[in-house]
Nanobody, 128 residues
Framework: VQLQASGGGLVQAGGSLKLTCVAS????????MAWFRQGPGKEREFVAA???????????NYADSVKDRFTISGDKTKNTVYLQMNSLKPGDSGVYYC???????????????????WGRGTLVTVSS
């Protein structure tokens, strides 16, 4: 399984960016794809996740810091997840990583330790 994230860049505060993550070699039908980020001098933190679950339907989760500004969506048929980021702030700067994990093995969706599959990250820089 490989995850490829893209879409990062430099944007002014208040601007928008859309990140894309494509998972290749993925065979699970029910899984979670998530975005985490790591700012300069900070630990990696949860941003958002989308769950595609054959039994219970689709769900999304967001960190409080990005609610109402970021939207996670995806195309399960393409194993692709997007993160639309609006009203960006300098504090949103960092390397954004996508992660994936089969639903049945997820314990806590917001914990990076719950994910075994990671992309290499894409850098987002928000200038003030």
């Amino acid at each position: 399984v490989q995850l490829q994230a893209s879409g990062g860049g430099l944007v002014q505060a208040g601007g928008s960016l859309k990140l894309t993550c494509v998972a290749s070699g993925w065979t699970s039908s029910s899984y979670v794809m998530a975005w985490f980020r790591q700012g300069p001098g900070k630990e990696r933190e949860f941003v958002a996740a989308i769950s595609w679950n054959t039994w219970s339907g689709d769900n999304t989760n967001y960190a409080d810091s990005v609610k109402d500004r970021f939207t996670i969506s995806g195309d399960k048929t393409k194993n692709t997840v997007y993160l639309q980021m609006n009203s960006l702030k300098p504090g949103d700067s960092g390397v954004y990583y996508c992660a994936a994990q089969p639903v049945e093995t997820i314990v806590r969706i917001t914990s990076e330790n719950a994910y075994n599959f990671w992309g290499r990250g894409t850098l987002v820089t928000v200038s003030s």
